[in-house]
């Protein structure tokens, strides 16, 4: 599982090279926002040819409605990227439709079926947030939900999305809790927005904590220095680790209890499941 997510624009070769050695472990290359529509054709090229041979590698591609959707998939896909990143998603029909596109492709060009997954960005629209129920069962290609709040404060006429301590303003934290929301119904990973202000140490910090807190797996970062602290914050502590330990211990020697009392408290069979989730998630960061 993901913690950090990198976006390198992909039309700078100076960028690409370096990202591999940043610690980020996914990187995504930026065919839309970071690159302006007069440079794609050679930044596709770039794209691919990065692509090559490269492990845990995403492409975000324009949106669907939007005429370079298509040559960007036509451009990336025989490099087998490891996913897709859907932006400006309308509903879990565009979702479907990429990977339908997808299903072409990989067949097309030898790729192994099922290989090719999608994260969306599923907030970027206002019409988007009151259809997100839509995303549970849609496709087996989904692997995460994302949210961002850039496209939808323009959208909404809003002139911030924070307040001045930084937080979230009513719309926004709405919608990002609508994509957590969204992404448990559907059994994928939940991945927090990123944060803008990539000088701001501490205030990342602080955020990508509380992302960890609110049940996200992981973060977009828009700078290479942001990747460290992201993974820091989403790896489980040793003190999570020994509590869930002792909670996976306790029901085993328990086998037909409901409820076990653990430090002075109850507790019950979905602290269970959360102390199974928390330990495999360990497990494969230690594996990483």
């Not at 960028?15 to 610690?23: C, E, I, L, N």
């Not at 669907?64 to 490099?79: G, I, R, S, T």
């Not at 988007?128 to 404060?153: I, K, N, P, V």
């Amino acid at each position: 599982m993901n913690r950090s997510f990198l976006f390198v624009p992909a039309d700078s070769e100076r960028k690409m090279k370096k990202a591999g050695d940043t610690g980020a472990d996914a990187l995504i290359l930026d065919l839309e926002d970071a690159v302006v529509p007069e440079v794609r054709a050679d930044a596709r090229l770039m794209a691919s040819e990065y692509l090559q041979g490269k492990q845990n590698v995403w492409v975000r591609i324009n949106p669907l409605d939007n005429e370079d959707a298509a040559a960007d998939l036509e451009a990336v896909m025989p490099a087998a990227p490891a996913g897709i990143v859907l932006p400006k998603a309308r509903s879990a029909a565009d979702a479907i439709a990429l990977a339908r596109r997808i299903d072409e492709l990989e067949q097309r060009h030898g790729i192994e079926q099922g290989q090719t997954r999608i994260i969306v960005l599923c907030t970027e629209r206002p019409e988007a947030l009151f259809t997100l129920h839509g995303y549970a069962g849609s496709t087996e290609r989904l692997y995460g939900l994302s949210w961002g709040a850039e496209d939808l404060s323009v959208a909404v006429g809003a002139s911030a999305n924070r307040d001045e301590r930084g937080n979230w303003l009513p719309t926004f934290e709405m919608a990002r809790s609508l994509c957590l929301l969204a992404a448990a119904a559907a059994e994928v990973t939940a991945i927090d927005t990123v944060f803008t202000d990539f000088r701001d140490h501490e205030g990342l910090l602080r955020y990508a904590a509380n992302a960890h807190r609110d049940g996200f797996s992981g973060m977009l970062a828009i700078h290479p220095a942001q990747v460290d602290a992201i993974n820091t914050a989403f790896e489980p502590s040793t003190a999570e680790i020994e509590r869930a330990e002792r909670i996976v211990e306790l029901f085993e020697a328990n086998p037909g209890a409901g409820t076990i009392g653990l430090d002075g408290k109850m507790i019950d069979r979905p602290h269970l499941v959360q102390a199974q989730r928390l330990l495999q998630r360990a497990k494969h960061i230690r594996n990483r």
